[in-house]
């Protein structure tokens, strides 16, 4: 009886009240935890992992991935100019999703400092070429240096040092629905960032499944708050994206059709609006590939990923024009990178250059390795 008013309720297309009693979601997500347990093998170091996936492609009879890349005479990964900045600000996380490639959870104690949030924001002035700053984690904003970092670079912006610089949020939005975070919907808007939201279905079950217990619920209310704010209602400004990641060991359908659908879905059923929905593959790291590797799936995903390889993916990869920055200031070619230990240039972090366009880095090759097969299958998820 509570389970079927809940539901006719979030069907209600009313106002969410920012004002309401809240509860975290945190006690549920450690239950999550708890049954994920069963359902993985047990993690390994960054190291064996690498090893064990390049033996899942031997298996598979592809070749590492740059030498599939020679081989199909595409041109090898070069580094350009940077012009996104990439923000990993800490692990720890309110959720516990069974995808999640950084391995976040109510957990994970890791957070990005006072010192390194600081120098970010001066490599941010110094790099006049990088148009994005893309904050994620866990979930950004309940790390200690969000709101700084945000403040921070909306300041270079308003002053006219980067004045089309795009602040964006990559957000979960059961997030807006903890306690402690009644503001943050105002901030958001006040600093103009646009947001990026993970919402991997349509339906309930399968958001729940995949992403925790009263997630979905929970989603829909937090995308009610931030209609409410005028995010997703597609006039410009305050953009409001959904992301979409498949439920189980295979590619995501075209973005196109399935952005109609979501639209449909959500408008019809719950009465929330987004600008757009992105599709990307689950990469084969960290939690998934403990996922893959207990079900017995990991050769027959790493097959799924390399005989989808699309060659037009390539130039725009994230690793050519993206720096990424870890929790502790390391440098990284990508948030994958990041989770696997592939430091960029040797172990760079934030104190070792002056600018993202430091010759250091333009010096430094790009890593790669199995996993990137998940960046170029199909429509590509970088």
């Known amino acids: 009886m509570h389970k079927d008013f809940r539901w006719k309720e979030l069907h209600q297309k009313g106002d ?90 109510p957990l994970r104690k890791e957070m990005m400092s006072k010192e390194v949030v600081e120098r970010c924001l001066l490599l941010l002035k110094n790099s006049p070429t990088v148009k994005v700053l893309d904050i994620t984690g866990g979930a950004p904003e309940l790390n200690r240096g969000f709101r700084r970092l945000v403040e921070g670079a909306a300041q270079l912006r308003e002053t006219g040092e980067r004045p089309d610089l795009r602040i964006i949020d990559r957000c979960n939005l059961t997030v807006l629905l903890e306690p402690g975070q009644e503001s943050l919907p105002a901030f958001l808007v006040d600093t103009g960032v646009d947001i990026i939201a993970s919402l991997p279905s349509y339906e309930p079950d399968q958001t729940d499944r995949q ?15 931030l209609n409410q704010h005028g995010y997703g209602s597609g006039k410009g400004g305050r953009r409001l994206d959904l992301v979409f990641n498949p439920p189980g060991p295979f590619l995501p359908p075209r973005q196109q059709q399935l952005e109609m659908k979501y639209k449909t879905e959500l408008e019809t059923s719950y009465g929330v609006k987004f600008d757009g929905l992105l599709t990307i593959a689950n990469m084969p790291i960290k939690r998934y590939f403990d996922y893959l590797r207990k079900k017995g799936a990991l050769e027959g995903y790493m097959d799924l990923l390399v005989r989808n390889f699309n060659e037009d993916t390539v130039p725009d990869l994230m690793c050519t024009n993206t720096v990424n920055v870890g929790w502790d200031g390391k440098l990284y070619d990508c948030d994958f990178n990041q989770q696997l230990e592939l430091g960029l240039g040797g172990g760079l972090s934030v104190f070792d250059v002056e600018s993202l366009d430091d010759p250091k880095l333009q010096r430094a090759g790009i890593l790669t390795a199995a996993h990137c097969y998940g960046c170029t299958a199909a429509q590509g998820s970088s």
Do not use: W
Not at 41 to 60: F, H, I, N
Not at 77 to 94: A, E, P
Not at 211 to 225: A, D, M, N, T, Y
């Open 211 to 225: 992403r925790g217990r009263k997630v979905f619920e929970r989603s829909i209310q937090g995308l009610r708050i």
């Open 16 to 105: 969410v009240s920012l004002q309401q009693k809240r509860t975290s979601l945190v006690p549920d997500a450690l239950l999550d935890l708890e049954e994920q347990a069963e359902e993985m093998a047990s993690s390994l170091a960054p190291g064996a992992e690498v090893d064990v996936r390049a033996k899942a492609l031997q298996a598979v009879g592809a070749p590492p991935f740059k030498r599939f890349l020679r081989e199909r005479r595409v041109p090898d990964l070069v580094r350009s100019k940077c012009h996104t900045l990439q923000l990993n600000i800490g692990l720890y996380c309110n959720q516990a999703c069974n995808h999640c490639h950084v391995e976040s959870s």
